[in-house]
Nanobody
Framework: QVQLVESGGGLVQPGGSLRLSCAAS????????MSWYRQAPGKERKLVAI????????SYADSVKGRFTISRDNAKNTVYLQMNSLKPEDTAVYYC????????WGQGTQVTVSS
C-alpha cells in the first residue's frame, strides 16, 4: 500500500532552517510529481512547493520563493523541503502529497517558528 512518512519538523527560531523529508513506499516513486502543502491552525491547507517526476521541474508558492527548496532523490524514494530564513508565519503542519488519479497524503509534521 502507498505510504508517505514525513519527518524533520520541530521548533526553530525566526531566521533558522529546517529540512523536511518524506519517505515514500508502495508505488513507483519516480513516476509521480510530489508536493508539499501546509496548514496553519484555523486555515485551509495550501500548496507550498511541487516537483515533477522525470525532469524535476519545480514551482513554489509566492510566500516561500527564495527561501524554500524542494528536491527529490528517486533512488531513496524521498522528497525533501529545505526551509531557510523561517518566519513565524511559516508555522504550520506540513504535509507531503502524491498526486495522480488517486491522491495520497502523509500524516504531517509540525513546524513551529517562534522565539
Amino acid at each position: 500500500q502507498v505510504q508517505l512518512v514525513e519527518s524533520g519538523g520541530g521548533l526553530v527560531q525566526p531566521g533558522g532552517s529546517l529540512r523536511l523529508s518524506c519517505a515514500a513506499s508502495g508505488f513507483t516513486f519516480s513516476s509521480y510529481a510530489m508536493s508539499w502543502y501546509r496548514q496553519a491552525p484555523g486555515k485551509e491547507r495550501k500548496l507550498v512547493a511541487i516537483i515533477t517526476s522525470a525532469s524535476g521541474i519545480v514551482s513554489y508558492a509566492d510566500s516561500v520563493k527564495g527561501r524554500f527548496t524542494i528536491s527529490r532523490d528517486n533512488a531513496k524514494n524521498t522528497v525533501y523541503l529545505q526551509m531557510n530564513s523561517l518566519k513565524p508565519e511559516d508555522t504550520a503542519v506540513y504535509y507531503c502529497r502524491r498526486g495522480g488519479h488517486v491522491e495520497y497524503w502523509g500524516q504531517g509534521t509540525q513546524v513551529t517558528v517562534s522565539s
